[in-house]
């Protein structure tokens, strides 16, 4: 925890204090400990233990919703980011920051499969990238769409994230194959 209370008195940038809180709760979730029967009472009202929930799951349970917040918190601080520097022309930093984004939302998605299939996608038309962000307006639509899908994975609107994961998917797809490349 040295390292990490380091980390957090150094960390500047509000992604940089997200990323460090979300280590540090990474790192306290397997080690947290119940102390026994006095720690499986119940309590009144909302938010409160169930019947048989002890103190230690409703820790837990609370640190995993933290966790999820502050994912959803990093993922929207990169939007912004982007759009800061797609704003200023800055493709080699959109680009950069493209990358991280996807890895982040395939991470996000819980799916082995899905995060696989899509880093692979993802790793095979970063050549691509800095051509298809050149074209016009091509830059912040694809913003414009990262905010969307990350707007939708954070109300959990699962339909709503696919038809945004496909559309922007296939945005992509037409942006690349009109490239001159392929002539």
């Not at 995060?115 to 639509?141: D, P, V």
């Amino acid at each position: 925890t040295l390292i990490l209370d380091i980390f957090a008195q150094r960390a500047r940038s509000k992604e940089g204090k997200l990323q460090v809180e979300l280590a540090q709760l990474k790192y306290m979730m397997p080690r947290l400990t119940g102390k026994g029967i006095e720690m499986s009472r119940l309590g009144g009202g909302i938010g409160t233990r169930g019947p048989g929930e002890t103190k230690l799951e409703t820790d837990k349970r609370h640190i995993r919703r933290r966790m999820e917040t502050l994912k959803e918190q990093l993922l929207l601080e990169l939007i912004e980011l982007q759009k800061y520097y797609a704003d200023h022309g800055k493709i080699d930093e959109v680009k950069k920051i493209d990358g991280e984004f996807h890895s982040k939302l395939f991470s996000m998605s819980g799916s082995k499969i899905y995060n696989e299939i899509l880093s692979n996608l993802h790793r095979k038309l970063k050549r691509f990238r800095k051509g298809s962000f050149e074209r016009e307006n091509r830059l912040l639509n694809a913003v414009s769409e990262h905010m969307e899908i990350a707007v939708a994975f954070k109300n959990k609107d699962y339909d709503k994230l696919e038809n945004l994961t496909v559309s922007h998917v296939q945005n992509a797809r037409d942006n690349i194959l009109s490239l001159d490349i392929f002539s």
